[in-house]
């Protein structure tokens, strides 16, 4: 209770975030740019970050998705990285967001070389750099690539990575500094009145009051959203990154590169990252990493694609919590139809990071009534009511 006395400064606010990672952030960013005057909160349990999906993130970004909203999400976040240290910068001290355009190259087997092809079509239309390699020109501008078996792969050259904590900071500094209150606590509960939302409950049993509530919570979303008696098939899944010291280097960085099984690598400095999400993952709260996994189900596969990474060192490794959207991989964005002032930004499944700018821009509108710079209605929540299902071919 004192802890909550000493950090919030009021007791009712314009908005109330549940969740302080890159999502609740740039949501908040965004409120604040809008309208100086708001009074917004942004109630966080774990300021270190240490669980959130944010900091454990592959930070990775690419136009190459099936559907043409993600596309201009991803379109629209490599524009916002070119200035972000810049636009976040406050008293002089600026992030330092390190966007490396590395690229994307996702490997296509035969039988979705149509798919692929359409995919690179969409993405040009919407003019986004990608293009068709075959496997003799992937193996032109990546020597040690063995992909024969594969039809050839598309290529986006503005892909890449950057520092997701960066992000993480640059938001929350820059929210911070033009007055959103950042509190650490976690939220009980939401606080319901008449059928209407008042505010949440905190686990000191104090409350705070507000008509906008914003679960931006991470794989940590459906437990709150539970207690305002709304469900949403939001579940935490373990995914593992393995950090590999190979003896042979590769003389110019690899791409993030996706083979069709969902393995993927990439450089990282001198090191190689790999991974690979499995339908048996593990669904919780488990942060545990499994170093056996790496042998046992990774290396076979990157030393094929790979076969002078034979020799390596397996350095460690990490684990974090995909948001899983049950329904269909994609994030719920915007107000629950049956709950006024119950919004929601979570279930980002593994392009989470790379989507906070839009989706940060876009909620702010949402909740000041404007009109949204881009119609992303499409993530809206009344799809699960409707249990319509957005088709997406580009999950990792
Ligand atoms: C291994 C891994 C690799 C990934 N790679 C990529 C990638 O390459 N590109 C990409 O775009 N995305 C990637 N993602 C996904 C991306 O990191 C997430 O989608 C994104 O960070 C989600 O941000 P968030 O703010 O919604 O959630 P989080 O970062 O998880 O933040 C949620 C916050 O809510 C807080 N919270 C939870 N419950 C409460 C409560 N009751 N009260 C108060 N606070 C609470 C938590 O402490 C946490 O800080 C990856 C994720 C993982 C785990």
């Known amino acids: 209770?004192?802890?909550?006395?000493?950090?919030?400064?009021?007791?009712?606010?314009?908005?109330?975030?549940?969740?302080?990672?890159?999502?609740?952030?740039?949501?908040?960013?965004?409120?604040?740019?809008?309208?100086?005057?708001?009074?917004?909160?942004v109630i966080e349990k774990d300021p270190t970050y240490e669980k959130a999906s944010s900091s454990l993130s592959l930070a990775?970004?690419?136009?190459?998705?099936?559907?043409?909203?993600?596309?201009?999400?991803?379109?629209?976040?490599?524009?916002?990285?070119?200035t972000f240290n810049e636009d976040m910068s406050v008293g002089?001290?600026?992030?330092?967001?390190?966007?490396?355009?590395?690229?994307?190259l996702f490997l296509v087997d035969e039988k979705d070389r149509d798919l692929a092809h359409d995919g690179i079509r969409l993405q040009k239309e919407h003019g986004c750099n990608v293009e068709w390699l075959t496997p003799g020109e992937i193996i032109e501008r990546f020597p040690s690539f063995s992909p024969e078996k594969y039809a050839g792969a598309t290529?986006?050259?503005?892909?890449?990575?950057f520092d997701a904590f960066a992000m993480l900071s640059g938001y929350r500094n820059a929210a911070k500094h033009r007055g959103v209150e950042f509190i650490e606590d976690e939220v009980s509960s939401i606080v319901l009145k008449s059928g209407k939302v008042k505010g949440v409950r905190l686990h000191s049993d104090f409350e705070l009051y507000s008509d906008i509530i914003v679960i931006c919570a991470g794989a940590w979303s459906t437990a709150i959203a539970e207690t305002a008696g709304i469900?949403?098939?939001?579940?935490?899944?373990?995914?593992?990154?393995?950090?590999?010291?190979?003896?042979?280097?590769?003389?110019t960085p690899l791409p993030l590169t996706i083979l069709p099984s969902g393995f993927y690598l990439r450089s990282e400095g001198s090191y190689i990252l790999a991974g690979k999400s499995l339908e048996s993952d593990a669904r919780g709260f488990d942060f545990n990493v499994e170093k056996e996994r790496f042998f046992?189900?990774?290396?076979?596969?990157?030393?094929?694609?790979?076969?002078?990474f034979e020799e390596l060192k397996l350095l460690r490794g990490w684990a974090g919590l995909y948001a899983v959207n049950m329904l269909d991989k994609n994030a719920y964005i915007g107000e629950w139809?049956?709950?006024?002032?119950?919004?929601?930004?979570?279930?980002?499944?593994?392009?989470g990071l790379q989507q906070a700018p839009a989706v940060g821009r876009y909620m702010a509108e949402l909740i000041l009534n404007e009109e949204p710079f881009m119609d992303l209605s499409v993530f809206g929540p009344e799809r699960l009511i409707d249990n319509k299902p957005i088709e997406e071919k580009g999950i990792v």
């Open 1 to 41: 209770m004192d802890k909550i006395l000493e950090t919030a400064k009021r007791h009712s606010y314009d908005v109330i975030l549940i969740g302080g990672g890159v999502t609740g952030c740039s949501i908040a960013y965004h409120l604040i740019e809008k309208d100086c005057t708001l009074r917004i909160a």
């Open 60 to 82: 990775n970004i690419r136009t190459q998705f099936s559907l043409k909203e993600n596309i201009l999400i991803s379109k629209y976040g490599i524009e916002k990285l070119k």
């Open 92 to 104: 002089g001290s600026r992030p330092l967001i390190a966007y490396k355009p590395e690229g994307n």
């Open 155 to 161: 290529f986006g050259p503005d892909d890449g990575h």
């Open 231 to 251: 469900d949403i098939p939001v579940h935490p899944v373990k995914r593992q990154v393995f950090v590999l010291d190979t003896k042979i280097k590769s003389r």
């Open 296 to 308: 046992d189900v990774l290396w076979q596969e990157l030393v094929e694609f790979v076969p002078s």
């Open 337 to 351: 139809p049956e709950l006024k002032g119950f919004y929601l930004a979570c279930g980002f499944s593994g392009h």
